[in-house]
């Protein structure tokens, strides 16, 4: 029974999201403070249950996960800066430990302000709860960590951040995990990859850096006829621009470091599941399926029917690796995401009249974006982004290294780092930066000339944007000449 009760908490912590609460359409966030609220508030729930209001995405990224403070009204997300919580007496203290009543204990495990944000994420995907790690690596690794051990194998699209593949192709072998790696666009190797201990496929909606698209309904087949999980890095879409969960993907992860904060200003990463795959029948995953001696023998998948990877990965993931997210962090990126969907429609306008400008010039020779019919996924993006194929494209420019650096160099707007999903217009010259030691050939081994150039296109004033551009070109073409 006092197990059950955590099961309780997690159902309505997941459920509460789509329920209209008696002020309106917010979404109840379960923390200590607002727990027993809740509770008394069960059965009403259940009866509004019935007919569910599904809130919509511009309002959930304003209220999903948050109703007003209930102690001082505070309308904004308070900021609970702080490391643990007061227990009550210490049987209350050893019911939170033993997950007997929810609550937060200490902020590695949980805390209220990035409560909200795991709530509101998961709301805006549609999935059961998420957990807000310390960056987009930290939730990758988290997945992994959660379902994998020795003697594991992942099948991962070869079209992904360099940091990801780092991860899988040289350090998780050492902990007895290994990769194989397939073009996004080789359907049959993708199957052809999978054996007996492949538990996991991943891939990214849009790839990094190449802009690859995965297409993830038909992967997510072939990964549930093996009884697989799908896992897809959101980051460069959002579910503003697609929401993997609807094309079949049984978790979700983002690095928040780039839209979801969206103004450059933390790092942050989200793991979301949908909570509809599988693990006991599946026969694959035992850290889900068998007894969990690390926490009182529980066997997670039989505690709660739906939220068995989240609570193995808070109370196993969390409490052992420590990568949580700290609650000023999830205040930044809960900011951003309350203008998701508006800067994503600027990112995305701006950055089709940046392309159609750069198209205008003789300087520049090949632009890599899927709603340009010559790109190979174009019409893939037609239907998984309907709403647009993000915000960041690479472009070659005539006259290699010198003029890519010139340009770069030439840009007062556009910033020269290495981030992408600012608001700010951000650009990377890799051969003079990332890329530098590399020749030429090897340059072309990774798909990148000496000129190509990679743009995050942000939300300044367009005409702003094109000058700056403009006057890149100049400078690129003199630089040419020289
Ligand atoms: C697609 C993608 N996934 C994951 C990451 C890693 O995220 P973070 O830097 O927040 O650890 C990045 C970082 O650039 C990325 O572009």
Not at 144 to 161: D, P, R
Not at 188 to 205: H, S
Not at 227 to 252: C, Q, R, V, W
């Amino acid at each position: 029974m006092p197990t059950m009760c955590y099961g309780l908490y997690v159902q309505l912590y997941s459920l509460t999201r789509l329920l209209p609460n008696q002020q309106g359409f917010q979404g109840y966030h379960l923390d200590i403070l607002s727990f027993q609220y809740n509770f008394q508030h069960f059965k009403s729930n259940l009866l509004l249950m019935q007919r569910p209001i599904r809130t919509r995405f511009d309002t959930l990224s304003l209220h999903a996960g948050q109703r007003p403070d209930p102690v001082h009204g505070a309308r904004a997300v308070p900021i609970y800066q702080t490391t643990s919580y007061v227990f009550k007496d210490s049987d209350h203290a050893a019911s939170l430990f033993n997950m007997e009543r929810p609550g937060h204990a200490y902020s590695r495990l949980s805390n209220p302000t990035t409560a909200v944000l795991e709530e509101r994420i998961a709301a805006l995907e549609e999935g059961i709860g998420g957990i807000a790690t310390s960056s987009g690596q930290a939730s990758l690794h988290l997945a992994i960590a959660t379902i994998m051990g020795s003697n594991s194998h992942i099948v991962s699209s070869s079209a992904i951040y360099g940091g990801s593949h780092n991860l899988l192709e040289y350090t998780l072998p050492r902990f007895g995990i290994e990769t194989t790696f397939v073009s996004p666009r080789d359907i049959d190797g993708i199957r052809k990859a999978i054996r007996p201990n492949t538990q996991l496929i991943f891939g990214e909606t849009i790839g990094n850096p190449g802009n690859d698209i995965m297409n993830i309904p038909v992967v997510a087949e072939i990964a549930h006829e093996h009884k697989i999980p799908l896992m897809i890095d959101s980051t460069f879409t959002t579910p503003y621009l697609m929401k993997p969960f609807e094309h079949g993907a049984n978790l979700i992860m983002h690095s928040a470091t780039k839209f979801l904060c969206g103004h450059g200003t933390v790092i942050g990463g989200v793991l979301v599941d949908h909570g509809r795959f599988d693990w006991e029948s599946s026969g694959k995953f035992e850290t889900l399926s068998e007894p969990y001696s690390g926490f009182h023998e529980m066997t997670f998948d039989e505690e709660m029917s739906q939220g068995g990877f989240l609570i193995r990965a808070r109370r196993e993931g969390m409490r052992d690796f420590g990568a949580c997210m700290a609650p000023t962090v999830a205040f930044y990126i809960l900011q951003g995401i309350e203008t998701l969907s508006l800067r994503m429609q600027r990112h995305i306008e701006n950055t089709r009249k940046v392309i159609e400008f750069l198209q205008s010039s003789d300087q520049v020779e090949e632009i890599s974006y899927p709603e340009l019919p010559e790109h190979p996924d174009y019409e893939l993006a037609k239907t998984l982004l309907p709403r647009g194929a993000g915000s960041i494209f690479s472009f070659s420019l005539k006259g290699g290294r010198k003029a890519g650096q010139a340009f770069t160099e030439g840009l007062e707007i556009f910033s020269h780092l290495a981030n992408v999903g600012d608001a700010k217009s951000l650009i990377i010259h890799p051969a003079s930066t990332t890329h530098h030691r590399m020749s030429k050939e090897d340059l072309e081994k990774a798909g990148i000339t000496e000129g190509t150039i990679r743009l995050s296109v942000g939300l300044e004033d367009i005409g702003d944007l094109t000058e700056d551009l403009s006057k890149g070109l100049y400078l690129a073409e003199k630089a040419a000449r020289n």
